[in-house]
T-cell receptor, first 116, second 114 residues
Framework: GAGVSQSPSNKVTEKGKDVELRCDPISGHTALYWYRQRLGQGLEFLIYFQGNSAPDKSGLPSDRFSAERTGESVSTLTIQRTQQEDSAVYLC???FGGGAKTGELFFGEGSRLTVL | DQQVKQNSPSLSVQEGRISILNCDYTNSMFDYFLWYKKYPAEGPTFLISISSIKDKNEDGRFTVFLNKSAKHLSLHIVPSQPGDSAVYFCAALSLMDSNYQLIWGAGTKLIIKP
């Protein structure tokens, strides 16, 4: 696709349920990021993939969060047993490898998660 | 511990005048500083960046100034246009971070008045 695509754009779920968020990066982009933005705050780093591997998962807020990437393309962010504090916009970004080293990322429109 | 701070939540500027957005940081090891622009219901888009070895970078109406001794950078937009109304995020990157993660400020909402 022409840009980074994320789905769903909006998700409302009940506390305790699992959710899965999907990101389709720009074709050929080897670097993929997940960030989270809570209301009125800056973006919070979650995880970085170079190809299919994530060298450091320490940015994930808790063990309820997991992410994977397959085929150096699609990535999914899974939140298990959602809590109200998980409510946020989850943003995916991609870049060619060199772009990650200069911070020039291409963002999707985000998935807005609301946990009731 | 906020490493990147944008102390003005909002800024209102008359169309045609200069808009100046400010950002302060605490980590002297940052290698790049970036400005992203965000419209409602869209993801941030990259606007302009500056390497830590420079003090100015200009791209059309947008100029970023870096004052390393003060750990301060600013984005100047001149002349301001209605389409510039958006939230502007300052972000910083350290190449020592193997994740190349951007550290973000909270954003400044810029409103351009006609």
């Amino acid at each position: 696709g022409a840009g980074v695509s994320q789905s769903p754009s909006n998700k409302v779920t009940e506390k305790g349920k699992d959710v899965e968020l999907r990101c389709d990066p720009i074709s050929g982009h080897t670097a993929l990021y997940w960030y989270r933005q809570r209301l009125g705050q800056g973006l919070e780093f979650l995880i970085y993939f170079q190809g299919n591997s994530a060298p450091d998962k320490s940015g994930l807020p808790s063990d309820r969060f997991s992410a994977e990437r397959t085929g150096e393309s699609v990535s999914t962010l899974t939140i298990q047993r959602t809590q109200q504090e998980d409510s946020a916009v989850y943003l995916c970004a991609s870049s060619f490898g060199g772009g990650a080293k200069t911070g020039e990322l291409f963002f999707g429109e985000g998935s807005r998660l609301t946990v009731l | 511990d906020q490493q990147v701070k944008q102390n003005s939540p909002s800024l209102s500027v008359q169309e045609g005048r200069i808009s100046i957005l400010n950002c302060d940081y605490t980590n002297s090891m940052f290698d790049y500083f970036l400005w992203y622009k965000k419209y409602p219901a869209e993801g941030p888009t990259f606007l302009i960046s500056i390497s830590s070895i420079k003090d100015k970078n200009e791209d059309g109406r947008f100029t970023v100034f870096l004052n390393k001794s003060a750990k301060h950078l600013s984005l100047h937009i001149v002349p301001s246009q209605p389409g510039d109304s958006a939230v502007y995020f300052c972000a910083a990157l350290s190449l020592m971070d193997s994740n190349y993660q951007l550290i973000w400020g909270a954003g400044t909402k810029l409103i351009i008045k006609p």
